[in-house]
């Protein structure tokens, strides 16, 4: 047996219950098998694989909070500080019901590879708690977010581990995060990226991770002779993510035809008005029924199981941006048969391993999460970089920089594949590129 599968087999026996991270080290474990085969000798002698799969720490605590109704609730914390050969953890907060630990070492992994294919100095991480922010009042946000501070405080800082946002963590969340670790620990330091621009947030972090996710995508499109103008696109989510790529998208002259929420879907075949669809998710907080209510030309559909939602409608590109695992191999079939080109995840693994295959073997351009989804934590970095010299830049800088980075993304990503044989596989190339960044800066510093 060789090398990738000796840890293979040992990761999936130590973790046997945490579904999602076997998933993500199986994708990444996998594709590495021509660069392990290389080096094998030097990464088994150094327990490289073993290393790397295996968080430097994890943090688990409880969180207490009172109700509007003065009940106390009890939700779990986490705070999986992955790897940081490459510089402090890095990486969000997530707060939504299916929460785990092995959700939670999934996305912490993925942030390791991510980051350090970034080209900044960020090692990875991942937090967030099994809390449900959906119905409850600010009141009970806030109370929630100052307790979960209190303890996480503990363990981070603006050169340790800097959180983010994520599912169900954004400006609001940041900002109460943000006043209960300046008050318990008494520095003003950039120890979570997001923040609100008067209190050092960075301009362009807000749109980054759906603006990068459209960057990348035109270069991918440029590079094959092709461009973003006049193709239809679908896109799943209507958070943070899917808002600005679907900003973006119009922008550079593409339609985005589809959205959805957790409980439903919008088809809308004159395009998505995004700016009813900020008004409706960010300032509202409500359900998309409330969008198709009020746009004459959207069809609003209950999600039902079994059923491929927005990846029925017929589009030239695809852009999953709600979460894990939404498009199955069922939902590749019918993609490909209605003709997609490209793929690009907007969201953390939001394809199966068995749809991801599907695009591969069927023509189809697909660029991974930790690639495609990089701009948002890039852009953190950059957030980082003003926090640190306690300047701002202008959107156009910083929205020239987090284009630069995506470019680059891109263009690593498609040589570190060419190098060991593998052409057009992006998955291949965006784990090897950033595999390789980690490993070299472990082995240099010793055994840890
Ligand atoms: N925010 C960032 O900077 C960033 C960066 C990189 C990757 N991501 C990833 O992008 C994805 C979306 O994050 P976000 O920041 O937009 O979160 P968000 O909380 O702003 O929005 C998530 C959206 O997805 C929808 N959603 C959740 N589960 C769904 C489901 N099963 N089916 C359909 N829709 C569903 C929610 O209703 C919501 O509209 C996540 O996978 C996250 O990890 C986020
Ligand atoms: N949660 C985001 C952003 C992380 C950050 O900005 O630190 C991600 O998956 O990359």
Redesign the pocket.
């Known amino acids: 047996m060789g090398y990738v599968d000796e840890v293979l087999e040992l990761v999936s026996k130590k973790n046997a219950d945490q579904p999602e991270f076997l998933q993500a080290v199986t994708e990444v474990l996998n594709t590495l098998r021509p660069v392990v085969d290389a080096n094998e000798e030097l990464y088994r002698s150094n327990a490289i694989l073993e290393r790397i799969t295996e968080p430097d720490r994890v943090l688990m605590f409880r969180v207490p909070w009172v109700d509007d109704k003065g009940q106390v609730q009890v939700n779990r914390g986490f705070r999986v500080q992955f790897n940081n050969a490459i510089g402090p953890y890095?990486?969000?907060?997530?707060l939504h019901p299916s929460v785990n630990l092995g959700i939670i070492k999934f996305?912490g992994f993925?942030?390791v590879f991510?980051?350090s294919l970034t080209s900044l100095p960020?090692g990875g991480g991942?937090g967030g708690s099994d809390f449900d922010p959906k119905g409850k009042s600010d009141r009970e946000i806030m109370a929630f977010c100052q307790s979960f501070m209190t303890e996480l405080c503990k363990y981070i800082g603006a050169d340790v581990d800097?959180?983010?946002?994520?599912i169900g963590?954004g400006a609001r969340e940041i900002g109460f995060m943000f006043g209960q670790y300046k008050r318990i620990r008494g520095t003003y330091e950039g120890v979570l990226?997001?923040k609100g621009l008067s209190y050092g947030g960075s301009l362009a972090?807000t749109e980054a991770?759906g603006y990068g996710l459209l960057y990348i995508t035109e270069e991918l499109m440029k590079c094959h002779g092709d461009s973003l103008e006049g193709k239809t696109i679908a896109v799943s989510g209507a958070g943070n993510v899917a808002i600005y790529a679907i900003q973006k998208a119009q922008q550079l002259g593409a339609k985005v035809v589809t959205c959805s929420d957790s409980t439903g879907w919008i088809y809308d075949p004159e395009g998505i008005d995004v700016e009813l669809l900020r008004e409706v998710k960010e300032v509202k907080r409500a359900r998309l029924t409330e969008y198709a209510a009020a746009r004459k030309s959207a069809e609003y559909h209950e999600k039902k199981n079994g059923e491929h939602g927005v990846w029925s409608v017929k589009c030239d590109i695809a852009l999953p941006c709600a979460t894990q695992n939404e498009l199955d191999l069922e939902d590749a079939k019918q993609l490909v048969a209605n003709g997609v080109k490209a793929v690009c995840e907007g969201a953390?693994m939001p394809t199966t391993l068995e749809a991801t295959e599907y695009f591969q073997n069927n023509g189809v351009m697909f660029i991974c999460?930790k690639a495609a989804?990089?701009g948002?934590?890039a852009?953190?970095?950059l957030e980082m970089s003003q926090n640190s010299e306690r300047l701002s830049w202008t959107f156009e800088e910083v929205d020239a920089k987090l284009k630069n980075i995506m470019v680059n993304i891109y263009h690593n990503i498609d040589d570190a594949a060419k190098r060991y044989g593998m052409e057009g596989n992006y998955v291949a190339g965006a784990n090897i590129a950033g595999f390789e960044k980690v490993v070299n800066a472990m082995l240099a510093q010793g055994v840890y």
């Open positions: 890095k990486g969000g907060l997530r996305l993925e942030q991510k980051n960020i991942k800097v959180p983010a946002g994520d963590t990226t997001g972090r991770t953390n999460g989804n990089a948002g934590v852009t953190s970095a």
